[in-house]
């Protein structure tokens, strides 16, 4: 692997724990539409693939109907919007391992599924925002991950070759997006994953915690 000089890492799972928010916001949504609620640990097996997703995801899983999505879509910009970061934490290593990144002289690029408003009060709120040179979310380019368009549109701003670029994610889609786009890719271990073992997903390596990115430069 050639020397690095940048890190595209992922938000959602990898860098924060937000499974509390996006349950908290759904089950308002689903409130508001008389439609069951879902347990939390069903909303972490839909979780990764962007917001329309989740929310097309949780209509069908308690049987409403596809007509129902405009109306959950507009409530759930509202709760979300309302509860973003407040049931979220960071993991554990992640500010070590963004220090790391950074005193070795990366440059740091966030790109998450999640929209870019959103995901850059949450970096604010956890006090992240000030790591990453470039924030983009599901709704920056006309494709999300796993296509590769944000991380080579985050090359690109980074000023970074592809194979010189470390993704950095939890999930299959950071995995295939990094390898479609000819980045190397590491997976943390503690994710989401669309609630599979992230080891079964090819990668050049895999972290208990961010710290361990120290390794990798």
Known sequence: ????????????GTLVDTLGDFSAALAAVHRDLGLPVLPTEAVGLLVGKGSEHLIRSALRAVGADEDRYAAAWDAYQ??????????????PGVAEGLR?????????ACVTNKPAGFARVLLEAKGLAG???????GDS?????????????ACEALASRPAATLVVGD????????????????????????????RNVPADGYLETLADLARWV
């Open 78 to 91: 509202h709760h979300y919007g309302t509860l973003n970061g407040r049931a979220a934490r960071v993991y």
């Open 1 to 12: 692997m050639p020397a690095l000089t940048a890190a595209i890492i992922d938000l959602d």
């Open 141 to 153: 380019f006309e494709r999300k991950k796993p296509d590769p368009l944000p991380l080579l549109r």
């Open 171 to 198: 999930s299959s889609n950071d995995a295939a997006a990094a390898r479609a786009a000819g980045c190397p890719v590491v997976l943390v271990t503690y994710g989401y994953n669309h609630g599979q073992p992230v």
């Open 100 to 108: 790391a990144l950074r005193s070795a002289g990366l440059r740091l």
């Open 131 to 137: 790591a990453f040179d470039v924030v983009y979310g």
